[in-house]
């Protein structure tokens, strides 16, 4: 989903205050961040936002914490899809197939 002033995508995924994702972090004890189009995130020594699809990165320091944290975005993913959905056809636009993906590693040329 692209940023759009209208559905703002990445305040769905953060939630109030970050609520949601403070919650997600605190109940598996992983780390979370929102990169790409649109997050805001500023990366490297040029201070630019990745031209990357708006992605949620997890870390945790043992696999339960992780899988814990990945089924919590997950679910999370799937709810603001659906928001998009019925979004979408308020504004009388076709709603776009979508699906939640997960990468686990680094990606190619991250490194």
């Known amino acids: 989903i692209e940023e759009d002033s209208k559905f703002k995508v990445t305040r769905k995924v953060l939630g109030p205050h970050g ?4 919650s997600i972090a605190q109940a598996s004890g992983a780390k979370l961040r929102l990169r790409g189009r649109g997050s805001g995130f500023l990366e490297g020594p040029e201070q630019r936002e990745s031209s990357d699809e708006l992605m949620l990165c997890v870390s ?13 975005v997950r679910e999370l993913m799937v709810r603001v899809h659906d928001e998009y959905s019925d979004f979408c056809q308020k504004m009388g636009k076709s709603a776009p197939h979508l ?3 997960v990468h686990e590693g680094p990606r190619p040329g991250s490194r």
């Open 60 to 72: 945790a320091q043992d696999p339960a914490g992780y899988e814990e944290a990945v089924r919590l």
């Open 19 to 22: 609520q949601h994702m403070k």
């Open 99 to 101: 699906e939640v993906r």
